[in-house]
């Protein structure tokens, strides 16, 4: 599989800006130990914020078009 360097990089600035709003909203709104509380598990609240950042970055890498 060949990597495409344009995919890569709006694939990286994407997760770049996924990554700080999801910091923001999660250490400045929310309150993590809050989301520790209501989930109740830590492991959980981690997994799903991975998955929060990279889901859409692979839906962006992949749905990027490529000039050929």
């Known amino acids: 599989m060949k990597l495409k360097k344009r995919k890569i990089k709006y694939s990286a600035i994407f997760l770049i ?39 859409p970055t692979m839906a962006v890498y992949i749905s990027t078009k490529e000039k050929v």
């Open 17 to 55: 800006c996924w990554f700080a709003l999801l910091v923001l909203l999660v250490d400045g709104v929310l309150k993590f130990q809050t989301l520790v509380d209501y989930f109740g598990s830590y492991a959980v609240v981690e997994v799903a914020l991975l998955l929060l950042v990279l889901l």
